[in-house]
């Protein structure tokens, strides 16, 4: 599981939050209007988008933006967009999934396929890799929040299935149909999440050396720059020695 863990942590070591803030922007939006278009647009009475909201609250979304993208889903000029996963291999047999919400499936199935490529990777059918990931919801809560024991027992009076506490902090998992009710639950006991999300949890990893973090990474953050891209997902697993050495 270390690989899904250690890509959120590449992504803050890198920087990249900041890099890419507008593009993330622009993903947030595009879930939250759609979210709010397929169900309830408060997010009280909806909890796809309470949830799309509340990732980008964490990722410091201004207000304004996040009221605009609701308003466009309920003024009915907002696009129909399509939810498609893709499934390949990149480095070395890694994994990848790449959640996409698109307006146009032809344009995006062409440069996911492309990129794939590109990068030395291969684009496989719908279902290719996913058997090797389960669909989880992940609550993660800052080192502070308590030790172990404390976020543990929270965890299961919250009706979680698992705990990982490292010094960086606390990474909590529950059954993707739970995440709502679990999260709601762990506010209550803990406070405020630092993230809270439904991923693609890896049950098999494949180990990289510097090399092949590299290539992936170049494969990832191409994928990610695509705007149709929502969401990249590997299931690498790397020393913290190469982690070290990435930044």
């Not at 993660?140 to 172990?148: C, H, L, M, N, T």
Request: hydrophobic share 35%.
């Amino acid at each position: 599981m270390a690989g899904h863990s250690k890509w959120a942590n590449i992504q803050h070591r890198k920087g990249r939050q900041d890099k890419l803030r507008s593009k993330m922007f622009s993903k947030f939006s595009k879930e939250i209007t759609v979210a709010a278009k397929m169900g309830d647009p408060d997010p009280d009475k909806n909890p796809r988008l309470r949830l799309a909201v509340k990732e980008a609250k964490q990722a410091s979304m201004p207000k304004d933006n996040i009221d605009r993208a609701i308003k466009k889903a309920t003024g009915g000029d907002a696009e129909d967009y399509e939810e498609i996963r893709y499934e390949g291999y990149g480095t070395n047999g890694v994994a990848v999934i790449v959640e996409t919400m698109t307006d146009n499936r032809n344009r995006t199935a062409s440069t996911v396929r492309s990129t794939f490529t590109k990068y030395g990777g291969n684009l496989g059918e719908t279902g290719s890799v996913g058997f090797m990931f389960d669909r989880k919801g992940e609550v993660i809560y800052p080192a502070e929040v308590g030790d172990a024991d404390t976020v543990m027992m929270a965890a299961i009076e919250a009706g979680a299935e698992d705990v990982e506490s490292t010094e960086e902090g606390h990474v909590i998992f529950c059954a993707d149909t739970d995440l709502n009710e679990v999260s709601t639950a762990l506010e209550a006991e803990l406070g405020e999440s630092t993230s809270t999300k439904l991923i693609w949890r890896p049950t098999t990893t494949t180990e990289l050396d510097l090399e092949g973090m590299q290539k992936l990474m170049k494969l990832i953050d191409a994928l990610e720059d695509d705007d149709d891209v929502q969401r990249v997902t590997a299931n690498f697993e790397a020393s913290d020695e190469v982690m070290e050495a990435l930044e």
